[in-house]
């Protein structure tokens, strides 16, 4: 199985703040990488796919970036709504999630 | 707009089977499979299994192969996900989620709200 790393694996950020998360697979996945935000208590949601597209009704502060073996989760200005896990997951074989970055206050 | 309803929370001793369904409303169609994912207390989320539409392919991770049967009916547009001889390990949160297009499959773009599963004797 390709394993998924990522970091940091919690952040504490202000509303506003340049947010930053990284994602490492174990061997090249070209580009098949999502995102997922999942709340407390809530299903996850996705959040970007095939690395740096995103869904209708994702708002454009969130950007993803890279190809190969290292991903980037961008969210531009952190507002209230964006306090939750992220994933990473990898679909170029059979999927694995990365462990999650927490993002609190 | 697609919704994925599940069934609801189960207990369970250990050694027994657990099933639990997934049933697609609104505009359902077109599907591209059917993902569970399920989500340990306090853990992060783990791929278990994905199953065609029309039940016509399958693929399971590796440590769920021969535990794990998932199905779909589609006259009722449910899918069934079972997990048998269960193990207090298996107490988690079990997510369907919907694949976002044919070459897409595991990219889960509509997820159920979960159905909660405790395994304790």
Redo the contacts between chains.
């Keep these: 199985?390709i394993q998924m790393t990522q970091s940091p694996s919690s952040l504490s950020a202000s509303v506003g703040d340049r947010v930053t998360i990284t994602c490492r697979a174990s061997q090249s996945i070209n580009v098949f990488l999502?995102w997922?935000q999942?709340k407390p208590g809530e299903?996850?949601?996705?959040l970007i796919?095939?690395s740096s597209s995103l869904?209708s009704g994702v708002p454009s502060r969130f950007s993803g970036t890279g190809s190969g073996t290292d991903f980037t989760l961008t969210i531009s200005s952190l507002q209230p709504e964006d306090f939750a896990t992220y994933?990473c997951?990898q679909?170029f074989s059979?999927?694995?999630?990365?462990?999650?970055t927490k993002v609190d206050i | 707009q697609v919704h994925l309803v599940q069934s609801g929370a189960e207990v369970k001793k250990p050694g027994a089977s657990v099933k639990v369904s997934c049933k697609a409303s609104g505009h359902t169609s077109p599907a591209f499979g059917i993902s569970w994912v399920r989500q340990a207390p306090g853990q992060g989320l783990e791929w278990m299994g994905w199953i065609g539409t029309y039940s016509d392919k399958t693929n399971f991770a590796q440590k769920f192969q021969g535990r794990l049967t998932m199905t779909i009916d589609t006259s009722t547009t449910t899918a069934y996900m079972e997990l048998r001889s269960l193990r207090s390990d298996d107490t988690a949160v079990y997510y369907c989620a919907r694949g976002r297009a044919v070459a897409e499959r595991y990219t889960l773009d509509v997820w159920g709200q979960g159905t909660t599963v405790t395994v304790s004797s």
Excluded: E
């Excluded at chain 1, 299903?43 to 996705?46: D, F, I, S």
């Excluded at chain 1, 059979?94 to 999650?100: I, N």
């Design positions: 199985d999502n997922y999942q299903a996850p949601a996705l796919y095939a869904p994933y997951q679909t059979t999927p694995t999630f990365g462990p999650g």
